[in-house]
């Protein structure tokens, strides 16, 4: 079956520190892969999304690489802001959406 | 500007009642979806459309209904039969239904069962 898994948090990291959430999957097929960010109190906004193997997907400074050899997509981000405290969901898509449980990044000053 | 609108974004409902969720999208996508989401927690989806006057249950539809009477609109409604219905409730749209489409999210409400 299909399926997500990514890092249990919270992560917590200092402002300017480099970012790693690690996120892997199974699938029966080829799926999108979607990271998704979800601030206190409000709904998930896309980050950032790649449709097959080797494409980056990149926005606000993150980036992921849909990499099929090891069925992963960790999102990177090379400095972190406090700005950037939020949960992050990975997430893929094969004819149905399937969420990891999403991993609370705090970022301290 | 296109998007998603729920409301309200704060609900309050005494045991015993039911209560609906309003759920509207301008984005002309054909599927729309609920979840329902526990502090902590991620995503469990309740119920789905691909389309108008269809609509099939997903991972935890006991206690819900819907409708898609039309395109931009897919109420839930919570029912007395929802053992624990307090939680946070996002309605999200796609393009298509299946497929490796993205799925765009509204702002959410939260119901509280007082």
């Known amino acids: 079956g299909n399926s997500v898994t990514q890092m249990e948090g919270p992560v917590t990291l200092s402002e300017e520190a480099f970012l790693t959430i690690n996120c892997t999957y199974t699938?029966?097929?080829?799926?999108?892969l979607f990271w998704y960010v979800q601030y206190p109190g409000e709904g998930l906004q896309l980050l950032l999304k790649?449709?097959?193997?080797?494409d980056k997907g990149s926005n606000k400074g993150f980036e992921a690489t849909y990499r099929k050899e090891t069925t992963s997509f960790h999102l990177e981000k090379g400095s972190v802001q406090v700005s950037d405290s939020a949960v992050y969901f990975c997430?893929?898509?094969?004819?149905?959406?399937?969420f990891g449980s999403g991993t609370k990044l705090n970022v301290k000053p | 500007d296109g998007g998603i609108t729920q409301s309200p974004k704060y609900l309050f409902r005494k045991e015993g009642q039911n209560v609906t969720l309003s759920c509207e999208q301008n984005?002309?996508?054909?599927?729309m979806y609920w979840y329902r989401q526990d502090p902590g927690q991620g995503l469990r989806l309740i119920y789905y459309?691909?389309?108008?006057?269809?609509?099939q249950k997903g991972d935890i539809a006991e206690g819900y209904s819907v409708s898609r009477e039309k395109k931009e609109s897919f109420p839930l409604t919570v029912t007395s039969a929802q053992k624990n219905p307090t939680a946070f409730y996002l309605c999200?749209?796609?393009?298509?239904?299946?497929?490796?489409?993205?799925?765009?999210f509204g702002p959410g409400t939260r119901l509280t069962v007082l």
């Open positions: 999200a749209s796609s393009k298509l239904a299946g497929g490796t489409d993205t799925q765009y």
């Open positions: 699938a029966t097929g080829y799926p999108s």
């Open positions: 790649a449709t097959k193997a080797d």
């Open positions: 997430a893929l898509n094969f004819n149905k959406f399937y």
């Open positions: 984005l002309n996508h054909d599927a």
């Open positions: 459309s691909q389309i108008v006057n269809d609509f």
